[in-house]
């Protein structure tokens, strides 16, 4: 009798393990998956994020991309031998960093450089936003979309 409980429990278990992190609701935002079961380990819960991203002049030696697991900042890699400016924001040559999007004064929005990946900026619409900068003299443009939360 010992051995049939034993045995009903691991398929039990078993059968919870199978259910594990299976999505029910996929989203863009890791914060708004849910699942059945237990959600995978993991750091990453924004709810909101940065999409549609559009870079304009940028050379080759500026890569700059999207990092939406706390919420949507920007990640630039600046391998150039020339500082990149991006609305105030200096970021010297060869060098990274993360930069957050913050509401600024009418209806414009500023950078501002963070020590993480974790966004403070939920706007409550989605926000189109346009950023202007240069690099030794030349105009680069990036765009891109912030969500509002995409999940309560």
């Known amino acids: 009798m010992k051995q049939v409980k034993i045995g009903i429990l691991l398929i039990i278990l078993s059968f919870l393990l199978l259910l594990s992190a299976c999505i029910i609701k996929d989203s863009p935002a890791p914060g708004c ?10 750091g990453c819960n ?9 870079l304009e002049g940028f050379p080759e030696c500026v890569q700059v991309s999207v990092n939406n697991c706390n919420g949507g900042v ?16 200096e970021i010297p040559a060869d060098s990274s960093d993360s930069l ?19 966004s403070d ?8 936003i346009e950023i202007i900068g240069s690099l030794d003299h030349h105009t680069v443009r990036l765009a891109f979309i912030k969500t509002a939360p995409l999940c309560e």
């Open 46 to 54: 924004g709810k909101t994020i940065i999409t549609d991203l559009v």
């Open 33 to 42: 998956i849910e699942y059945v079961g237990f959600a995978p380990m993991g």
């Open 74 to 89: 920007l990640e630039v890699q600046n391998n150039c031998s020339e500082t990149l400016k991006l609305n105030g924001v």
């Open 100 to 118: 957050d999007i913050w509401p600024a004064a009418d209806d414009r929005f500023e950078l501002i450089k963070i020590s993480s990946n974790f």
């Open 121 to 128: 900026f939920s706007p409550s619409t989605d926000q189109r």
